[in-house]
């Protein structure tokens, strides 16, 4: 019958709540005749008859009016309170004020109060009361049962919002507040940390969501660190803006990123330096479709450039990153100038026309061939476009007067292994010779390691391989890796550029090296599984090794050298590199070219070593020739 009364239409529901009321509430008014006399009988209920009468008159219109049958009574939440002592409030008053002015009969005035504080208690608790009949009338017994670390507002707000779905069911709150253990919070019990166990034997919890949305990253890591023992799934709600904006939802849960596992506090960007390259001035970004390019492009924007200049090779990822832009300029109200340009950064007439043109102020170079195993499998693809493209960019960028011009670097070009790192540390002596011999451009080169998110990177792979059952396939047990969001990197690639003075390297501050064999474990743990290894066979997730890449390093370095110097940002270092003359870089280029159209890989690689000193090739000349077994 309970059920058949839930699923009725919402108006019959609404017009039987308000015939209950309309039967309780002159009983409330008798009960508070009864408890002001002491007594009641035929005569005390003649002398208040109209007023009991009246009682529902004024209270169900008033009730309406102010939306208390509107409510659903399964998500009523503390707010409902103030409206029903509003409308208790309102229908009393009206009452009394009857009774007062037509002074029909004495009435007491005892009576009015104790029927306030009655009603309110009798709205308010049969509200309540339905709210928990019908929550456990619709709790799904197949539910996830999960526990909310964290009973403050954040966890609070996130139960009631579970209360609206099916498929978690809240048991209880995990607090390192010891003033709040066994204290019941939205009738949800408060647990220690070192009662996870027990919670795991004694209710069958399975996940844990982590409502702290104002802690800082390193205090996350630290508890996802310990909650990392207890192998159960591991989820993060939104920032506390959505929770200030009133947005937290529960599809808005997510799985636990790397950035939360390391533990860096984001370093609030100095504006000034932000806004000196890019404020009311033309800027272009090359490889704007990228990872890195389209990040760039959208934080650029937010500076309010006069325009904004994309060039990119591929059709669809251009088009991506202009309609993304041109919705953010809608969103941000602003007014900027953006052209999408398909091309490529060896089409010198295009650049020409492109610089001169729109007077071009700034450039970010982006574009860039970025993946080691393929740039190691195509030597001379990687070349033309990591060296001569930056050539002809930065020498379309001296002819036009380009003001600023900042490279994108890479860790990979500190004493490379690799042909891609080869040759983007070929693309910085580019960009310091050319630094060396004129004035009118100022070049400079951030180097930073890996960026998150960014196409080819280790945690979606990760991430897709455990969800798919393993098994988690690695290179190696000793790699190791930087990391760092490409929003916080992207940041700091334009605050960087705007301390070039020209020929400046830039490194920034990556923090920690992190294991990759560690980051992959800690992701298995945080889903609630197990390394399966000698001492865990039972486990479910399998990490395999499968060998280095093609002119893949064990670990990574920042600097060459050591001579490195802080600058006023404390996440950004400028290193001391050595430099070739222009004239002497200019005429082995021209080799280098000529051995490219010639396919001769062994010159080639001479080249490059004699260019790039600290390039140690970890291939041999037989994989660095592999596409042609027969030269041309």
Known sequence: ???????????????????????????????????????????????????????PLFAIPIFIKIGLYRAVIRYIDHKMVSVVIIGVSLSVLALAFLSFMLQLTAISRAVFVIYWSGAILYVGASRLAARAYLGGLRRNPNATKIAIYGAGTAGMQLANALRAGHELDCIAFIDDNRSMHGSSIAGIKVYAVEQIPQLVRNFGIKEVLLALPSVSKAKQKQILDHLETYKLRVKVTPSIKSLINGELRV??????EIEDLLGRDQVEPDEALLATCITNKNVLVSGAGGSI???????????????????????????SIEQELSALLDQLQLKCEIKPFLGSIHDSAKLDKIFRGFQIDTVYHA???????????????????NVFGTYKLAQAAIDAGVKQFVLISTDKAV???????????????????????????????????????????????????????????????????YFMTIPEAAQLVLQAGAMGQGGDVFVLDMGEPVRIIDLARRMVHLCGLEVKSAEHPEGTIE????????????Y????????????????????????????????????????????????????????????????????FIWQLKNKT
Not at 298 to 318: A, T
Not at 373 to 385: D, K, Y
Not at 543 to 554: A, F, M, N, T, Y
């Open 367 to 385: 574009a860039a061939y970025k993946h080691v195993p393929l740039v190691e499998h195509n030597p001379i693809e990687g070349i033309r476009n």
């Open 251 to 256: 599809q808005d849960i997510r799985d636990v």
């Open 556 to 623: 990574e370095e920042l600097l060459i050298g050591d001579n490195v110097e802080r600058t006023t940002h404390p996440l950004i270092m400028r290193a001391q590199e050595a430099e070739l003359a222009w004239e002497e870089l200019r005429a082995a280029l021209e080799e280098l070219e000529q051995a490219c159209q010639h396919f001769d890989y062994e010159k080639i690689r001479s080249l490059i070593q004699r260019l790039v000193i600290e390039y140690q090739p970890q291939c041999g000349i037989e994989d």
């Open 293 to 319: 390019g389209s990040e760039l492009c959208r934080q650029i924007l937010r500076q309010k450039p006069n325009s904004l200049m994309l060039l990119e090779m591929s059709e669809f990822s251009l088009y």
């Open 543 to 554: 990490i395999r090794e499968v060998g280095l890449r093609p002119g893949e390093k064990l």
């Open 1 to 55: 019958m309970m059920q058949a009364l839930v699923n009725l239409p919402r108006l019959q529901k609404q017009i039987i709540a308000g015939a209950v009321d309309a039967i309780f509430l002159p009983l409330a008014f008798m009960l508070a005749i009864l408890t002001r006399y002491e007594t009641i009988n035929i005569e005390l209920i003649k002398h208040y008859a109209w007023l009991i009468a009246a009682v």
């Open 415 to 481: 004493r490379p292994t690799n042909v891609m790192g080869a040759t983007k540390r070929l693309a910085e002596l580019i960009l310091q010779a050319n630094a060396r011999r004129q004035t009118g451009t100022r070049f400079c080169m951030v180097r930073f390691g890996n960026v998150l998110g960014s196409s080819g990177s280790v945690v979606p792979l990760f991430r897709k391989q455990i969800m798919q059952g393993g098994p988690i396939t690695l290179t190696h047990a000793e790699i190791t890796r």
